[in-house]
């Protein structure tokens, strides 16, 4: 596993006071330096879009199914999960249970991976906002 469930949090947080700081930026700003910013923004939600495609591309098994499933509906696979490990922990030998963490983990990192992707559109939707802003203004 290349990043734990907790550094990939880390990452979310960090993530989000950058978009922070770029949105309270964005009032001192020309409208150049609006787009310019605007055009980053969009092109670094983009970038995060691909790359969680392309996770969802190459993920197998449960994680995939788990992670399909959450976005189709996201309380039943939770009460699914919540519900396996009541009931089957006691049941698991350690190999299963280390193979059902490593699964759990993978999620984790994929939910926050999403949850960055959402920061990310929206940073860039409230830039985008702010330019048009600007353009009605004649801000230059």
Partial sequence: MAMGASATFDQLTDVVRQAEAEIEASAARNR??????????????EQRASQIQARATQARGDTAAGWQSMKESWQAHISDLHGKVVGKKAELDQKKMAMRAEAAELYAEDAVSFAIAAVQEAEYAVLDAALARADTEGRN
């Fill in 32 to 45: 150049d330096q609006l787009q310019a910013q605007v055009d980053q923004a969009l092109a670094g939600a």
